[in-house]
């Protein structure tokens, strides 16, 4: 069996534009074009999978807008969980790199400095506190240590 390849971000939007190009191309007809263009491999089911409404984030043109610092061939695409913890994280090392050296540690503390600090965020920080809080009363009631 031939080794997996990965097939990146990069290579399944074309991909998909060529099908929404000609509908009425079959997937066979898309896995010559494939290899013909990436001098690579598809498996038929790839193409099925990758022409599905999974990957159809892809057609959008603002999702594939990356920031620069992302990687030119993303291998797959993720939505940020905490996008108000990130920006104020980023301008505050903007700032604070002038001044300081930062170091993991410091980024961690400041991290959970704006995680307590952020009003969106405090429901998230509500819940941890009561999940903590039972977790010590089932070890206290189990004989564990508390």
Not at 20 to 45: G, H, V
Not at 53 to 82: G, I
Request: net charge positive; proline share 5%.
């Amino acid at each position: 069996m031939p080794p997996r390849r990965v097939i990146s971000v990069d290579q399944k939007r074309p991909l998909r534009a060529q099908k929404r190009r000609d509908p009425s191309l079959s997937n066979i007809t898309l896995c010559e074009w494939f290899k013909s263009t990436y001098q690579q491999p598809i498996a038929l089911s790839s193409v099925s999978e990758i022409l599905s409404s999974r990957y159809a984030f892809l057609d959008d043109t603002s999702v594939s807008q990356r920031a620069p610092t992302q990687r030119s061939d993303p291998k797959r695409l993720q939505r940020e969980h905490w996008p108000e913890l990130k920006d104020n994280l980023f301008q505050w090392m903007q700032g604070a790199e002038q001044h300081i050296m930062i170091c993991a540690i410091t980024l961690r503390e400041k991290a959970e400095f704006f995680w307590r600090n952020l009003e969106k965020y405090q429901n998230n920080i509500q819940r941890q506190e009561i999940q903590n809080r039972r977790q010590v009363d089932i070890r206290g009631y189990f004989g564990g240590q508390s």
